[in-house]
Every structure is written in C-alpha cells, then in structure tokens.
C-alpha cells in the first residue's frame, strides 16, 4: 500500500508543521537529506519508500522552484550507531527553525512507515531524529497522529506503526 500525497495532503503537511513558515533552499535541501537517510536507514530499497521520496523531493523543490537535480544525494548511508549519530547532528544543524524541523520528522515517519514495516534501525532513527531536533514527545505524537490522519484519511491514526518511546 504506498502512500499518494497530492496538493491538499501536501499543503496539511505543511500546515501542520510549519504553520505558515517558510522554507528557505538550504532547509529544503536539509529537510530532504534526512528524509533520504528516513528511506534507507534499512538497506532495503523499497519501491514504496522511493516513490514516495520522489514525491516529496518534487513537492519541496517546487516550493522554492528548485531543481530535484540539485539535491545531493545522502551517500553513504551511515550504517552504525556512532556514524549515523553524527550525521544526524551535522543535518539537524542545518534546520534552526521549530518548523524545518517538525517537518523533517514528520517526513522522516512517513518514510519509514511507507513499507508498512518499523524496522529496529528504523525505531532508532525516529528516536534520535526526535531528540536531536529537540522535539518534546508530546509534539512527536501529535506530528504522527497528524501526518498519518493526513495520510490516510478515513483511518484511526492508531492503525499505523506508532513509535512508542517518543
């Protein structure tokens, strides 16, 4: 099952996130970068997560009429605890603002849950992405239950995988 995000599910996101706030190039840049390492921690190249990274990536760009092309490409995918650590602490650095910031977790949680599937390594990384961008855990919850309702309309937000430690 892939989740399809059109305009009027784009724009919730967005709303929900950054509430009216603008993105600046780099954020977006950022935002995608983390959204990337979202679709890959797992190794596995899922068709559904891919998917649905070129439609953010599309989405994002088209904000601020960047080229998807320009966006570097997350490589290598950090692959232990202490590497992926400290690439989540160089990306977060890039995202000053609450909103850039709620939006790349809640990009991040679409990604990862877009196989219908919350690996371990996958846990970790929502875990680490929540406290590096200095998400409270209520505001977590609340950007999960959001983004999954926005998602999946018709759907109690408690159907999808739910990181429990937030």
């Known amino acids: ?6 305009d009027a599910k784009f ?12 993105l600046r190039p780099r954020e977006i840049r950022t935002v995608l970068l983390i959204a990337q390492l979202a679709a890959a921690i797992d190794l596995d190249d899922d068709p559904d997560e891919q998917t649905l990274l070129q ?44 909103g850039a910031r709620d939006l790349a977790f809640a990009l991040a949680y679409l990604l990862i849950v877009a196989d219908l599937e919350l690996a371990p390594v996958e846990d970790s990384l929502l875990q ?32 999808h995988p739910v990181v429990t430690r937030v």
């Open 1 to 6: 099952m892939a989740i399809e995000i059109d």
């Open 11 to 22: 724009q919730q996101i967005l709303d929900v996130t950054l509430g009216g706030q603008r």
């Open 55 to 98: 439609t953010l990536t599309s989405r994002l760009c088209a904000l601020e009429g960047l080229s998807p092309d320009r966006i570097p490409q997350l490589a290598p995918i950090p692959t232990d605890d202490e590497e992926r650590a400290a690439r989540v602490a160089a990306l977060v650095r890039e995202l000053p603002t609450t």
């Open 128 to 159: 680490q992405l929540q406290r590096e961008l200095t998400i409270p855990g209520d505001r977590a919850r609340d950007l999960i239950e959001a983004v999954a309702a926005i998602v999946t309309p018709g759907e109690a937000a408690d159907a």
